[in-house]
Nanobody
Framework: VQLQASGGGLVEAGGSLRLSCTNSKSIDSYNAMGWYRQAPGKSREMVALIDRGGRPNYAGSVEGRFAISRDSAKNMVDLQMNNLEPEDTAVYYC?????????WGQGTQVTVSS
């Protein structure tokens, strides 16, 4: 499993960014996939997951602001992040779960200035 994340950057509070995760395997083979993040000095936390049936699950802190989507034809999972807050600053990681094992891509930095 190889995951390639892109789309991070620097944005002002209230702005938007879109993260993309490209997969080496068909995403239809995964039990779930999504995004986690880790801020400096904090533990890694789940941001948004989407299961094989397309059902999303969001962290409470991003509910209503972030939207996860999947494109089976492109083997991609995207995270649209709107109304970003300085507290969203973190390294964001793409992740997939396959047969009970979790795989990680490299992180992409998201920085939100106030």
């Amino acid at each position: 499993v190889q995951l390639q994340a892109s789309g991070g950057g620097l944005v002002e509070a209230g702005g938007s960014l879109r993260l993309s995760c490209t997969n080496s395997k068909s995403i239809d083979s995964y039990n779930a996939m999504g995004w986690y993040r880790q801020a400096p000095g904090k533990s890694r936390e789940m941001v948004a997951l989407i299961d094989r049936g397309g059902r999303p699950n969001y962290a409470g802190s991003v509910e209503g602001r972030f939207a996860i989507s999947r494109d089976s034809a492109k083997n991609m999972v995207d995270l649209q992040m709107n109304n970003l807050e300085p507290e969203d600053t973190a390294v964001y990681y793409c992740s997939v779960i396959l047969i009970g094992k979790q795989y990680w891509g490299q992180g992409t930095q998201v920085t939100v200035s106030s």
